[in-house]
């Protein structure tokens, strides 16, 4: 008894500190599975209105029935008794015996997200045109794609690639015919974050490896 009371207060500080870095967002709550009648000892950041002392869930009553009851359930729908969506996620702990003594659980509203992603997928929306506008000149868009397509094969970024790749890389450009586009040293500099006096320096130096 005396090492479940030690599991459960360590279970309530790491409730605790999951609840202080998920606010304002995610209930935390610690469930005293031995005490089924009574099972809710702790909620942080009250989100479902739930008071301390409530009976064990369904899944906590699962977990009482059999050890076997899977110890990590995640991100599955849930809902508060006010309809609010929720995403839970629920942790068993178990004790030196196999048996459930507690469970930790995380009930995230899903309201504000869902909001968001509705606004986000209305303001991002758009609409076909009579035809198709470029606003700048179709080969700066394909300088970018190719600097980033010859980082990728490397697997590292535009701006991290190293000086040999980079000098490589503006041969490969001029080899393609690329850096005859109006402006294309300004992009690839900008897009490799170098200067344009750099970006030059390796066009010119013609056996870069």
Known sequence: MQDDNTLLRQLDNIAKGVSATLSPFCEV?????????HAILAIHNNLSGRTVGQPATEMGLARIASAEFPQIVANYANQFADGRPVKSTSIGIKDANGEYVAALCLNVDMTLFRGMQSALS???AVASAPLVEHLEPAGLEAIRRYIDRYAATRATTARALSVDDR????QALGQEGLLEVRKSM???AQHL??????AYLYARQKNAV
């Open 29 to 37: 709550v610690v469930h005293d599975l031995t005490h089924p009648d």
């Open 186 to 188: 300004d992009t690839v």
């Open 193 to 198: 974050g170098i200067s344009r006096a750099t």
């Open 122 to 124: 209305q303001f991002t």
């Open 167 to 170: 000098k490589a890389l503006i």
